[in-house]
């Protein structure tokens, strides 16, 4: 960005001389007022994006402490499986300490088959909450992204009108400049507008 600035402070001064000099001050605001608002863009974009880093760490987390919850109670159901068909297995013929003893080890099994289901339960919640953060976020910085490319457009177009002098080429840069802010405005105020085949074409 400061490379194309610099670019326009030097179309604008070389252009001094010519006679569209009021048409230069013009270039010159929308210039300086275009770099500001990227500006405001970046920061703000730099902490989504920090953000979304830690939503996405958050997320692969949870679901590698779900599958370690699984692991546990598939491990606890199998303990369940066995215990279980050991007790039918003896039948009448088991002892009653023996019986006592199997059945409070079915007992803390089961429980901890249920109390397994209930974290990964929870875990879920957690890990399908970070990622759905994570995609809301994906969508302003895809806001910020394509604000970016329209706003160093105009930024462009700009320079090369102080250089011509053609008015015409200041409108087009107008309309890229509009589009930019609406987009950045977008981000900063959490609307949902997307343009997604814009967004498909730079990602």
């Not at 989504?48 to 159901?77: G, P």
């Not at 394509?146 to 015409?168: P, Y």
């Amino acid at each position: 960005m400061s490379d194309i600035s610099e670019t326009i402070a030097e179309a604008v001064e070389n252009a001094e001389g010519a006679k569209g000099v009021s048409l230069n001050s013009v270039i010159a605001l929308l210039v300086a007022l275009i770099a500001t608002f990227m500006a405001l863009c970046n920061i703000k974009d730099g902490n989504i994006v920090q953000t979304m880093s830690q939503q996405q760490a958050k997320a692969v987390d949870s679901w590698a402490y779900y599958q370690s919850k699984s692991m546990k109670q598939n491990l606890a159901e199998s303990m369940l499986d066995q215990l279980t068909l050991q007790k039918e297995s003896a039948g009448a013929g088991i002892s009653p300490v023996a019986a006592a003893l199997l059945d409070k080890k079915i007992e803390t099994y089961s429980g901890k088959a249920k109390k397994y289901e209930k974290e990964k339960d929870d875990i879920k919640k957690e890990a399908e909450g970070a990622q759905a953060e994570y995609d809301r976020l994906g969508v302003h910085d895809d806001q910020f992204d394509i604000s970016e490319a329209a706003l160093s457009i105009a930024i462009a177009l700009l320079g090369v009108s102080a250089l011509t002098q053609k008015k015409w080429l200041v409108i087009v840069a107008v309309v890229f400049a509009v589009f930019g802010v609406a987009l950045g405005l977008a981000g900063f105020l959490g609307w949902t507008f997307h343009p997604d085949a814009i967004a498909k074409v730079l990602t």
